[in-house]
T-cell receptor, first 116, second 109 residues
């Protein structure tokens, strides 16, 4: 029973390029959360998704960032025209559908994005 | 102002000591999580609490909803417990997580 999988584990991009981060939740989980951890800072919530639906994106920067969780396939966090300030660790977590907010979350290993 | 405050920020203990990490929050919550982040960066969810107390091995987590406070205890600490421990709360009026800045624990053999 595989845990939450994220890929790539490390991603290097030049300023202005696009970054795509993937998250495959645990089997049977239909809720996905994305978090960002900037260097020397704590975790920050970005977005909460269910299949084909964004529930809360209040933590997402207004521009250049988008997220999706399609019916089939992994959740994608997309960052367009990356800047150096986007360099961070991006964590994904999933939880099972129980209709209860704040369920136990299972974290992926993270994707470390470095923008040159 | 941070919605979640943790103390202490840094903690060094001798192997075998009993450790307590505190978390206070200012929002109404439906759940509180304790997370462990290893030196390599990986995050493990230790507990999710909405009331009372939970125990798993040498770890105990308690929450007092009225006082908006939670504690994480580690009994008989071990060097492998060295990590950053993060408190996170799930606000009950919105689908929003708030995180503490973490407590960095070092257990010395």
């Amino acid at each position: 029973n595989a845990g939450v999988m994220q890929n790539p584990r490390h991603l290097v991009r030049r300023r202005g390029q696009e970054a795509r981060l993937r998250c495959s939740p645990m089997k049977g989980h239909s809720h996905v959360y994305w978090y960002r951890q900037l260097p020397e800072e704590g975790l920050k919530f970005m977005v909460y998704l269910q299949k084909e639906n964004i529930i809360d994106e209040s933590g997402m920067p207004k521009e250049r960032f988008s997220a999706e969780f399609p019916k089939e396939g992994p959740s994608i966090l997309r960052i367009q025209q990356v800047v150096r300030g986007d360099s961070a660790a991006y964590f994904c977590a999933s939880s099972p559908f129980q209709g209860n907010l704040g369920d136990t979350q299972y974290f992926g290993p993270g994707t470390r994005l470095t923008v040159l | 102002k941070n919605e979640v405050e943790q103390s202490p920020q840094n903690l060094t203990a001798q192997e075998g000591e009993f450790i307590t990490i505190n978390c206070s929050y200012s929002v109404g919550i439906s759940a509180l999580h304790w997370l462990q982040q290893h030196p390599g960066g990986g995050i493990v969810s230790l507990f999710m609490l909405s009331s009372g107390k939970k125990k798993h091995g040498r770890l105990i987590a308690t929450i007092n909803i009225q006082e908006k406070h939670s504690s994480l205890h580690i009994t008989a600490s071990h060097p492998r417990d060295s990590a950053v421990y993060i408190c996170a709360v799930y606000e009950d009026t919105g689908n929003q997580f708030y995180f503490g800045t973490g407590t960095s624990l070092t257990v010395i053999p």
